[in-house]
């Protein structure tokens, strides 16, 4: 079975530009969040979609944005990139939104912003 | 909001040596705990978890015990091996209408031959 796979692998982009990364969750996944990993620190939480409606946010600007469609793939987009912003992004999916629920992680998109 | 302490790193040990990594958490509720392992060029993979106080999460020799009067969730293994050198994140997962999960900042272990 697949897992969960992210596009694109890598992605380089200049200030103020925007950027829209891809994620298709493990078949059967309802829930897909998002993470973004800062080099040497731990995950932190963007976002989690649940049938298509956003569940949670975490301590984000509002240029972050995201949707998930019908097919439970889903779409983080981010408006006027800021240097900061460069990173690896997690998508990560799961059966539901249970907290013993284990998150299966995508590869990321590493993003460079110049 | 929730948060999480973990020893910081990198720890360096010699093949076949004891391994704690210490977590402690501030939660509130009644939170699910994870360990997450990032292997060198690889995805974040679950390593064990633990739903309720005093379950004891174990795989691949490594082994984790919830303790609720404590708010710890130490990671140890007996014997490491130079395989197991990776970056562990302890992320303890909270409700709260959706899946709450916050990671430690990561400690990276370094086994050597």
């Known amino acids: 079975d697949a897992g969960v796979t992210q596009s694109p692998t890598h992605l380089i982009k200049t200030r103020g530009q925007h950027v829209t990364l891809r994620c298709s969750p493990i078949?059967?996944?309802?829930?897909v969040s998002w993470y973004q990993q800062v080099l040497g620190q731990g995950p932190q939480f963007i976002f989690q979609?649940?049938?298509?409606?956003?569940?949670g946010r975490g301590n984000f600007p509002d240029r972050f944005s995201a949707r998930q469609f019908p097919n439970y793939s889903s779409e983080l987009n981010v408006n006027a990139l800021l240097l900061g912003d460069s990173a690896l992004y997690l998508c990560a999916s799961s059966l539901g939104l249970a907290t013993y629920n284990e998150q299966f992680f995508g590869p990321g998109t590493r993003l460079t912003v110049l | 909001g929730d948060s999480v302490t973990q020893m910081e790193g990198p720890v360096t040990l010699s093949e076949e040596a004891f391994l704690t990594i210490n977590c402690t958490y501030t939660a509130t509720g009644y939170p699910s705990l994870f360990w997450y392992v990032q292997y060198p060029g690889e995805g974040l993979q679950l390593l064990l978890k633990a739903t309720k106080a005093d379950d004891k999460g174990s795989n691949k020799g490594f082994e984790a015990t919830y303790r609720k009067e404590t708010t710890s969730f130490h990671l140890e293994k007996g014997s490491v091996q130079v395989s197991d050198s990776a970056v562990y994140f302890c992320a303890p997962a909270n409700s709260g209408g959706y899946q709450k999960v916050t990671f430690g900042t990561g400690t990276k272990l370094q086994v050597i031959p």
């Open positions: 078949s059967g996944h309802k829930s």
């Open positions: 979609y649940y049938e298509k409606e956003e569940r």
